[in-house]
C-alpha cells in the first residue's frame, strides 16, 4: 500500500492537528502513514511554499490557521487542485461565534499566552522533577498527587504528564527491601495512588531496560519470581494505606491520569494549541 501523506501546518505548535490526525489515523492500522508537521506559519509566502510540496506529496492536510487570509489560501488551493484538508480550528471558532455572538480575536498563539496558570504549570513540572523517585521525602506532604508503585510502573512519565495539568506530583518506588519515609503515613490516602503492572510486562519491561544499559537481561530485577513478590507486597502495602489501585498493564499514560484526575474531581480539559 502506498504511503499516505499528511502535513500538519498551524500558525501555532501544531499540537491539535497532529492529535486530530494521529486519532483518526489509530483507526486505520493498515495504512501506513509519514506526517510532517510545519509550525508557526504566519506568512503568506511560506504557506505557499508548504502547499506546493503538499500537492507534490498528494498529502491531505491539516490545518490550525486563526488567519481568516491563510485559512481561506490553504482552503482555495486545495479545492482546486483536488487536495483532501480538515480545518480544525475554523469551523468551531465559526461555531463558537454564532452560538455566542462573539467574534474571535484571530490572533495566533492565545493559548499560549505567558497567563497564570502556564506559570503554574512550569513550576508544576519543576516539582515534578524535583520529587521523583522519592528524592525528597518531604515534597510528599506538599504534593497534590502522590503516586507510589514498584519500578517500572510508569511514575515518572505519569507524573510529568499530571505536571502538565497544573498538579504537584511526587513519586515514591516502593519494594520489600525499601525503607518507606515516615511521611507516608501523613498523606492524605485520597491523594495516594497505588500502581500495578503484571509480573509478565514488568519482566519484559526490565529486560528491555537492562539490554539498554548493555547489561545481561536475565537479571533478579528482572526475574518473573523476584517481580511476583515486590508486586504482592505492593498490593498489600496499598490495602494498608487504603489508596485507590490503578493496573497501568493495558493502560496508556493519558488513561491512568485521566482515572486520577477523575477521582480527586479535578478538571481534565487541557488545550495544548
Do not use: W
Not at 471558532?93 to 499560549?112: D, Y
Not at 537481561?217 to 517481580?227: C, E, L, Q
Not at 507486597?233 to 493496573?247: P, V, W
Request: net charge negative; aromatic share 6%; glycine share 4%.
Amino acid at each position: 500500500m502506498e504511503t499516505q501523506n499528511i502535513f500538519i501546518i498551524s500558525d501555532s505548535s501544531g499540537a491539535t492537528a497532529l492529535t486530530i490526525a494521529q486519532t483518526a489515523l489509530s483507526q486505520f492500522p493498515d495504512v501506513k502513514a509519514e506526517i510532517r508537521r510545519f509550525p508557526f506559519i504566519q506568512t503568506d509566502s511560506i504557506l505557499r511554499g508548504i502547499l506546493k510540496i503538499a500537492l507534490n506529496k498528494k498529502a491531505m492536510i491539516f490545518h490550525t490557521l486563526v488567519s481568516i487570509d491563510l485559512s481561506k489560501m490553504v482552503k482555495d488551493f486545495c479545492k482546486e487542485n483536488g487536495i483532501y484538508d480538515f480545518d480544525c480550528v475554523q469551523t468551531p471558532m465559526n461555531m463558537l461565534s454564532q452560538v455566542t455572538g462573539e467574534q474571535p480575536a484571530h490572533v495566533p498563539g492565545l493559548i499560549h499566552d505567558l497567563n497564570q496558570n502556564y506559570f503554574e504549570r512550569i513550576s508544576a513540572i519543576e516539582f515534578a522533577v524535583e520529587n521523583d523517585d522519592g528524592k525528597n521525602p518531604k515534597g510528599l506532604l506538599e504534593a497534590d498527587i502522590v503516586l507510589l508503585g514498584v519500578s517500572r510502573t510508569s511514575k515518572t512519565p505519569l507524573s510529568l504528564y499530571l505536571a502538565n495539568q497544573n498538579q504537584r506530583v511526587a513519586n515514591l518506588p516502593i519494594g520489600p527491601d525499601l525503607q518507606l519515609p515516615e511521611e507516608v503515613e501523613e498523606i492524605d490516602k485520597d491523594k495516594m495512588f497505588g500502581l500495578l503492572n503484571t509480573p509478565e510486562k514488568l519482566s519484559k519491561i526490565r529486560k528491555q531496560r537492562m539490554i539498554s544499559y548493555g547489561l545481561n537481561a536475565d537479571t533478579p530485577y528482572s526475574d518473573p519470581k523476584n517481580i511476583k513478590t515486590e508486586l504482592a507486597y505492593a498490593k498489600k502495602l496499598y490495602r494498608k494505606i487504603g489508596c485507590l489501585t490503578i493496573n497501568v498493564a493495558n493502560k496508556s499514560i493519558e488513561e491512568t491520569a485521566t482515572i486520577i484526575l477523575e477521582s480527586l474531581n479535578l478538571d481534565t480539559t487541557e488545550f495544548e494549541d
